[in-house]
C-alpha cells in the first residue's frame, strides 16, 4: 500500500482517501467573510488548518469566523479593506505574530468594474488592478521571507477562466487585471522554486453559491440563466463553491508536490482555451 494511503468505508464500500496532510497549517485567505473565499477557509478548517481571514465587514467576518471554530479551527481574523496602504502587510505581519509561521497563503480577494473599454477611467482601472493584483503582490511579499526561513510554503490565487480566454465586451479590465495574476505567478513560482514554495492558480468557471453574483442572475433572469447555462456549461450546471474548495486544499497540501507554476480550470468544461 502506498505509505501515504488510508483505507476508509464510504456508503458500505472500502475506498481509499488521500491523507492532505495539512493539519496545523497556517494559512491565510484574503476576501473570507463570503463567497468563494470562506468556503475555501471552511475546507481548510474541516482539514486541521490553522486560519488567518479577512474582509471589510467585521460583522460578517466573525459570523464566518464562529462557524469555522464551531469546527474545531483556531482562526484569526482581521476587518481590513486590503486596498489601503499597509493593510496586507499588516494582516500577514499579524499572522506570523500570532502563529509563529505562515504555510500556505490563498490570494482570493477580486471584484469587477463592467463597462465598455471607451468608457472605462484610469480610476476604474487603477481600483480594480489593486484589488485584482496589487493586493495579492503586497501579501505574497511580505510572506515570502516567513515561508523562506520555514523551509517551504505554497500560495494560491484566485485567478478566473477570463484570465485565460476572452470573458467578451465589458469585461476588458476584468480580464487584464487576472491575465496578468496568472502571468505574475507563472514566474513567482520559477523564482521560488528552489525555496521550496510552490505558486499556483486557480481559474473558476462561473460559480454559483448563495448571494453570489450568479445566484443574484439566476434569481432576476432565470430564463436567461437557462440559455446561458446551455451554450457555456457543458456539464449543464454552475460550479459549486465546495468544488473550488476542495481543489484549494489539493494544491496547497504536498500531495501536489509536482505542481507549481500551473494554472488549473476549475470549471466543468466552461472554458475554451487550449492553453
Ligand atoms: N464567483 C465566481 O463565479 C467566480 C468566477 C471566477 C473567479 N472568481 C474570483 O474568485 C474570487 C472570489 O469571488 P467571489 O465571487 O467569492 O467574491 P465575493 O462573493 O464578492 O466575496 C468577496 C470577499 O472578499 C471580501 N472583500 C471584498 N473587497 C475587499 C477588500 N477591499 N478588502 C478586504 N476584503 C474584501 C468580501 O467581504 P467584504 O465585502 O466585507 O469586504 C468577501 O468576503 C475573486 O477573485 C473572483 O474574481 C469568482
Redesign the pocket.
Known sequence: MHPQRKELQHRGEAIWIMDLNLKDKVVVV?????????FIAEGLAAEGCRLAI????AG?LEEAARGMRAAGAEVLTMP????VPGSPEALIGLTIDHFGRIDCLVN????NRRGNFVDTTDSDWQAVLE??LNVHLRCARKAVPSMMQNGGGAILF?A?IFGREAGGPGLSIYNATKSALISAAKIMALELAPHHIRVNCIA????RFPG???DRRVQSDPEGMKAFIAQNLPIGRFGRAEEIADVAAFLLSERASLVTGACLNVDGGQSRSLI
Not at 479577512?54 to 465587514?57: D, G, K, L, V
Open positions: 484574503t476576501g473570507s467573510s463570503r463567497g468563494l473565499g470562506r479577512c474582509a471589510r465587514s460578517k481590513t479593506d486590503l486596498t482570493n480577494v477580486g471584484g484589488l485584482n484566485i478566473s473558476p468557471g462561473s460559480i453570489g453574483s450568479w
